[in-house]
């Protein structure tokens, strides 16, 4: 009799026989590392997901960057590190995961397991995926100016960060750190 235990071992079996089977033959793409950490980390194989991520990462898989990032957020299968974890959400955003984006804001936000609290950065990571995105996040924007009546000031001097985004500067680099801290000293 198979249990769910026995199916999920056996799966786990194949889809790592199957990318080693194709990885010795050069095969193995990116995207299939990526969608088999996937895999492992949805059913909480984590340091083997990492494993699988980073090798997605070896060959630009931007996706990969993220789910590394929750990884080390959230400690799963590793001590928790809101740097490293910041550095690879980073990574996502240069690398055009706009998704990484609104994760980004949202950890500035809510500062889970040691990461910064800064509405303002969460304000910016916000109004950069709505920029990238066209999808509107004034619910998020509101609420942040709503909580934080004292940085309305602030923003509007700043200027809209999809302003800023057009610039020369922010062109040639993408989005960053370091678009963010220059939006933020006003430049």
């Not at 050069?26 to 950490?37: C, R, V």
């Not at 194989?45 to 080390?72: D, M, N």
């Not at 509405?119 to 100016?145: F, H, M, N």
Request: net charge neutral.
């Amino acid at each position: 009799m198979l249990t769910s235990k026995r199916i999920k071992s056996s799966i786990l079996i194949f889809l790592v026989a199957l990318l080693l089977l194709t990885t010795g033959f050069g095969f193995a793409t990116g995207y299939a590392q990526y969608y088999i950490a996937a895999v492992l980390h949805e059913k909480g194989y984590f340091l083997t997901a990492r494993y699988f991520y980073q090798q997605a990462v070896h060959r630009e898989i931007k996706e990969s960057y993220h789910y590394l990032g929750v990884i080390y957020l959230h400690g799963q299968g590793v001590e928790p590190n809101a740097q490293i974890a910041f550095e690879y959400f980073e990574k996502a955003v240069i690398n055009g995961d706009v998704d990484a984006n609104f994760a980004l804001a949202s950890h500035f936000l809510e500062g889970p397991n040691g990461f910064e609290v800064n509405p303002l950065k969460a304000y910016y990571w916000y109004k950069v995926a709505e920029c990238q995105t066209g999808r509107s996040t004034s619910l998020d924007t509101d609420w942040i100016k709503k909580r934080n009546p004292h940085l309305i000031e602030k923003i509007e001097q700043l200027g809209e960060p999809c302003d800023y985004m057009h610039t020369d500067f922010v062109k040639n680099l993408g989005p960053s750190t370091a678009t963010c801290e220059q939006w933020l000293k006003g430049k």
